[in-house]
């Protein structure tokens, strides 16, 4: 569990009773604690759905505030994509300011590159090995981060290499890699496998529900490591 | 209770439903297009895409006056567009309650402009709410309904995109049954003649006076008392900026309004005795803050709190610092993000039909008057051909003045699209027609309202609610509006695109190019017809294809007299074929025709 900054909650918020010894989440977000989860990607990965899975373990773990924000604009033209959730007893503003986030998910190299500066100092860094050239990168100006998974290994944080497209290819489909990625990042938090599994079955379609259950179980064992 | 997590959009919705909505309408726009969106899926409810903002006004409009509760839903620009009947439906006054909803985009992540939409309430007298987060989205929508029948008068809630695209909790309710009222036949209140219209803005007068006051009484001024060192501290503050204050300043009193049009002074003056320091904080314009001054209370504001973009927690806590206060959560300004990272702003899909005309447009270096639409990305690199997009429907206007103004040397074009034609074109091309100016109109008919996310438009076979309707002909329309030169042109064929420029642009008399291939994304994604393959041999990295900017192509390891080779991505390329149209040495060709 990273080190919790003392955030923001009212005073009446702090003291949780007796709940908390039997409850490992109640504990957690004791004190006014927020978990500030940064999701980030690029348009069509899969980050807004990774983002509802998270909010809806949260949910339904029950007794939390969840709030969420999503990169406004036009994700699905092959943008940048974040996706903020917050979760505590009390939360207030749904965007997390910046140099406050907990985990970052960064589900593209570069764009975990770029996010890297806002993670708080022994907060939580999951980057997918999936590298994504922008069309840009072959005007010139500008150059794409090919070392930018090396760069992110350099010793300063809590980092966490998924190669998620490979094991999202041994349970049997590429597309389940976003699921994967929240497996890594489901260890972290104090929710219960059942609880992500209710949260999964939320936001995929029926008929992938096994194949995704695999996923976050394949991603689950990559976070442990 | 039953409780959702819900984006502020699909809780105006939801607290429109359960106050009986019956009828939507509105064009979609950043940051509201959700709201009608999610209305539609509701039973009971007749939603539809309007063809603009204006439109789906008065639709609404007329459907309050007909009695039943209604509904229509904006951005910023879309109520500039509806401005007229936004400010005389408020002398007016409707039957069935009427809702307005405007969202505005401090920071302006759609683009366009970030203008302040609070003056509207003050322009037009409207009375308006602003919720903070879903939960009070779906409640003031509620209660805007119930305010709007009891002052005979259209309520707006304004949003902020922070509040539209934000989810956070509601507890939501059941559908109240709401009867339609009986309409009558009143003249007097529904024909703005001069001698009903001035004791009309009499009696509009007298309202705002009455709303005052129950703004003043109102629950939704809410004063929150403060704890610990900054308890007397206070701290006047609406809408997106509320939740941006109580996380920079959790201590601080404050008082919350959520009526800010017409202001309850009178609260705040009795606010203002009971504090030792008195803030403002609001986007945008300094709104409340003139008001306040007016009314003879010292307050500080925009000397903290920039004008400018969206006043995010940490801008507050800055602010708040620099005023100087002790607040060590915000005493440096840390980084978001490396800045020294290859941007990755959104580009134009993979076979998108608006790729071949604009490369096209760049080849002959012609000043591009475009308009509003996914086109626009073409404005940045690498195609960068545009000269102007400003609003919806300025393409045909300013190209006909330009023109006027003696043109220029390569040529001159509007360029807009299907949606965009529909909503404001078409009356600019009538005007261009009938003064006898030569212009040139690229209309790209992608078939679909593609920038905002796919909505339909009179071009389509089917409404929002599913029917089967007529699709527009948009060469009849120009045909009718009296344009001779009317030419369709397959945008994949790249030969074809400079051959319909260059005849329009000779053409003596108005000319209009129309495309033909739709949308990829919308209304369902397009597959692959084939796809193309480099042959690394014959490559010469000529760059000739990456003009296009086609987010499938990228530079391969491999390189030629200093510069890469290019390589097609496999798993996305769509066949659209224009790379290998573009390669002079024939390096690309369709896969399996080697
Ligand atoms: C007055 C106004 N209303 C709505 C919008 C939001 N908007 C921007 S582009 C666009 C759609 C344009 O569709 P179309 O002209 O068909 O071009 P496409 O995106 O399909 O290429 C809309 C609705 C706006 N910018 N201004
Ligand atoms: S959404 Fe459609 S019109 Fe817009 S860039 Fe993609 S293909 Fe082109
Ligand atoms: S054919 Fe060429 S330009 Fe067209 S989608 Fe494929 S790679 Fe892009």
């Known amino acids: ?225 | 209770m039953d409780t959702h997590l819900m984006l502020g959009n699909e809780a105006v919705a939801r607290g429109a439903w359960e106050a009986g909505v019956q009828v939507a309408a509105a064009y979609p726009g950043t940051p509201s297009t959700e709201i009608v969106a999610n209305l539609a899926k509701y039973d009971g409810v007749y939603a539809e895409w309007s063809t603009n903002e204006k439109v789906g006004y008065e639709v609404a409009f007329g459907a309050a006056v007909g009695g039943v509760r209604a509904l229509t839903a904006m951005k910023s620009a879309g109520a500039s567009v509806a401005a007229d009947p936004l400010i005389s439906s408020v002398y007016t006054g409707i039957c069935g309650g009427l809702v307005v909803i405007v969202a505005g985009d401090p920071g302006m992540s759609s683009g366009m402009t970030e203008q302040d939409d609070r003056y509207f309430g003050r322009i037009s007298n409207m009375p308006m709410l602003e919720p903070a987060d879903s939960q009070e989205c779906h409640d003031f929508t509620r209660l805007a309904f119930a305010l709007s029948e009891t002052y005979d008068v259209p309520v707006m809630v304004r949003l902020s995109i922070q509040t539209a695209h934000q989810k956070s909790l509601v507890r939501v309710g059941e559908r109240d049954a709401v009867a339609r009222r009986d309409p009558g036949r009143h003249a007097d209140k529904y024909c703005l003649l001069p001698k009903f219209s001035r004791p009309l803005h009499a009696s509009l007068l007298a309202r705002v006076a009455r709303l005052r006051d129950y703004a003043e009484a109102s629950p939704l001024t809410r004063v929150e008392p403060g704890t610990g060192a900054f308890a007397r501290i206070g701290v006047v503050t609406s809408g997106a900026a509320y939740i941006s204050a109580r996380e920079a300043l959790p201590g601080a009193t404050f008082l919350k309004l959520g009526i800010v049009h017409p202001l309850p002074l009178e609260a705040i003056k009795r606010f203002a005795a009971t504090v030792e320091r008195l803030f403002v904080v609001e986007e945008l314009e300094p709104y409340l803050e003139e008001q306040i001054l007016a009314a003879g209370v010292a307050v500080e504001g925009k000397q903290w709190f920039s004008p400018l973009g969206e006043l995010t927690p940490v801008r507050v806590g800055r602010g708040f610092y620099a005023a100087g206060l002790d607040l060590p959560r915000w005493a440096q300004q840390k980084a978001a993000e490396d800045d020294s990272v290859i941007p990755r702003p959104p580009v134009l899909c993979t076979g998108c039909p608006h790729r071949g005309m604009a490369t096209a447009m760049k080849k002959l270096d012609l000043d591009v008057h475009g308009d509003i639409g996914c086109y626009d990305l073409t404005s940045l690199p690498p195609v960068s051909h545009m000269h102007a997009a400003v609003e919806m429907g300025a393409s045909i206007p300013m190209e006909q003045g330009f023109t006027r103004a003696g043109g220029s040397k390569k040529g001159s074009l509007a360029v807009i699209g299907d949606s965009t034609f529909l909503h404001s074109g078409l009356t600019g091309l009538l005007n261009a027609v009938h003064q006898r100016t030569n212009v040139t109109v690229l209309i790209q008919d992608n078939s679909i309202t593609a920038m905002t996310g796919g909505q339909t438009n009179p071009g389509n076979e089917k409404t929002l609610a599913g029917a089967q309707t007529k699709p527009v002909d948009l060469a009849g329309i120009c045909r009718a509006l009296g344009v001779e030169h009317i030419v369709t042109v397959d945008p994949y064929d790249y030969e074809a695109c400079l051959e319909a420029l260059k005849a329009g642009l000779a053409c003596d008399g108005p000319a209009v190019i129309i495309t033909n291939r739709p949308c990829m994304l919308f209304p369902r994604k397009v597959g692959a017809d084939g796809i193309y393959e480099v042959d690394a041999e014959l490559c010469n990295a000529c760059q000739q294809c990456m003009k296009l900017g086609c987010p499938s192509m990228h530079h391969a390891a491999a390189v030629f007299k200093k510069r890469h080779k290019v390589d097609i991505d496999a798993s996305t390329c769509t066949g659209c074929s224009l790379c290998a149209q573009l390669c002079t040495p024939g390096a690309i060709k369709k896969a399996g025709d080697a």
């Open chain 1, 1 to 225: 569990m990273s080190a919790k900054k003392a955030k923001t909650a009212p005073a009446a918020s702090r003291t949780r009773g007796g709940k908390a010894a039997a409850d490992p989440a109640a504990r957690h977000y004791a004190g006014g604690v927020v978990d500030d989860i940064m999701v980030v990607g690029v348009g069509g990965q899969g980050v807004i759905v990774a983002a509802a899975i998270i909010a809806d373990a949260a949910l339904l773990h029950g007794g939390l505030e969840v709030k969420l924000s999503e990169t406004r604009g036009m994700s699905q033209r092959g943008g940048s994509v974040s996706s903020h959730i917050r979760i505590g007893a009390t939360v207030i503003a749904p965007s997390i300011s910046p140099g406050e986030v907990d985990y970052l998910l960064a589900f593209e190299a570069a764009e975990g590159l770029r996010l890297a500066p806002s993670v708080v100092p022994g907060g939580v860094t999951i980057v997918n090995t999936q590298q994504i050239v922008p069309p840009l990168a072959a005007q010139g100006e500008h150059s794409y981060p090919f070392d930018a998974v090396a760069r992110l290994d350099d010793g300063s944080r809590r980092l966490t290499v998924v190669d998620g497209n490979a094991v999202a290819a041994q349970v049997g489909d590429l597309r389940v890699a976003g699921v994967v990625l929240v497996g890594a990042l489901s260890t972290h938090l104090p929710f219960a496998v059942e609880t992500w599994e209710r949260a999964i079955a939320r936001n995929v379609p029926a008929s992938w529900l096994e194949m995704n259950r695999a996923a976050f179980a394949a991603g689950r064992g990559v976070g442990d490591a």
